[in-house]
């Protein structure tokens, strides 16, 4: 039988398992083997996506493209067009960082929006990053890059003060568009602040990032009621450049899945292994790459349930070779294989 025969047979079965295990999410074994959303109002979408990314089987996973804010469909289309499949999951941008006016801004999120809710129509995942520039500054990514000693992080997570109501409207800003996607009953994977153990963004570093993270949790969640939210706490890999996890983690209670950033090919063991841990049984995942994992990475580390290749780099780092020989593995999960499971 022809190699391609054999992927087809085989991801048909994959199909199949996984249209069985949602036709029957209902019962109470599949829902024991997922930890339930910490938003107790999440969605009934939002559930059940966070209960199939729990059963991705392991050594499987579901491939992932970012795309950037100005052009929210430019890498996952290249992707397709080089290797035949679309990602899983679609990864997308909400963060200013070109100096746009306020017009250009909303504009290009709404055309974000627009594609995340026909991405979910058509069967995959979406995934939101936010490059959030310092409340009060230009959006630009100088903005976000800005240093920001501890004393003056304080600041924007206080209360009362002038900075702390600068954030509030910029988190008040970015809950438009996703109230939208929210009453299109378009789950998300909201990735807010992250690589927080590294010091290149303002939030990074910060002895009470916790706090940060609550203050967007408890206005998404119990002001705006942005039920369809899954929240991905996204750290850099605890490589030479960053803190080890555990020094900022907003606690296992306001995190729904947990990715780590990992780059130039540095797949080491104890990146994965740290995260499991942590995780507490949630998924994990790979939130950015440059170099797609291998299939030795893949066996060895064969509880991610999804990568996330980052924009440009997808062609970048990868050849054309690389790029088809991954998507069309029969461990890989496009976006058709998720077609059916999550209706």
Do not use: C
């Amino acid at each position: 039988m022809k190699s391609h025969s054999i992927r087809f047979w085989l991801q048909k079965v994959l199909l199949l398992l996984l249209v069985l295990l949602f036709s029957v999410s209902q019962q109470s074994f599949i829902i024991a083997d997922a930890a339930p959303p910490v938003n107790p109002q999440a969605s009934a979408k939002a559930r059940q996506l966070l209960t199939y990314l729990s059963n991705v089987p392991e050594g499987t996973l579901i491939s992932g493209q970012h795309d950037y804010l100005e052009a929210p469909d430019e890498q996952n289309n290249k992707l397709q067009q080089i290797s035949g499949q679309y990602a899983g999951l679609h990864g997308y941008e909400f963060g200013g960082l070109a100096n746009q006016s306020h017009a250009a801004l909303q504009e290009q999120r709404q055309r974000v929006v627009d594609s995340a809710i026909q991405w979910s129509q058509s069967g995959g995942i979406v995934a939101i990053t936010f490059h959030q520039a310092l409340p009060g500054k230009p959006k630009t990514w100088k903005n976000v890059q800005t240093k920001l000693s501890q004393a003056e992080f304080n600041h924007y997570i206080t209360p009362g003060t002038p900075q702390y109501r600068q954030l509030i409207a910029d988190i008040d800003e970015i809950a438009l568009s996703l109230k939208t996607l929210r009453d299109a009953d378009v789950p998300v994977l909201w990735r807010p602040y992250h690589e927080m153990n590294g010091s290149w963004f303002w939030w990074g570093n910060k002895q009470n990032y916790a706090k940060l993270w609550n203050v967007m949790y408890d206005r998404f969640v119990n002001v705006h009621h942005l039920d369809n939210l899954l929240w991905v706490w996204s750290p850099n890999a605890p490589n030479a450049y960053s803190t080890p996890y555990n020094g900022t983690f907003p606690g296992i209670n306001r995190v729904d899945i947990l990715a780590a950033d990992i780059y130039n090919n540095d797949y080491k063991a104890s990146y994965y292994t740290g995260l499991l841990k942590l995780a507490q049984g949630k998924p994990i995942g790979i939130g950015e790459s440059n170099i797609l994992p291998s299939a030795n990475v893949l066996k060895n580390q064969p509880t991610w349930a999804y990568a996330m290749t980052w924009g440009k780099e997808l062609s970048t780092t990868n050849s054309q070779s690389a790029i088809r020989t991954f998507m069309n593995q029969n461990n890989i999960i496009t976006r058709d294989l998720l077609n059916e499971a999550l209706r």
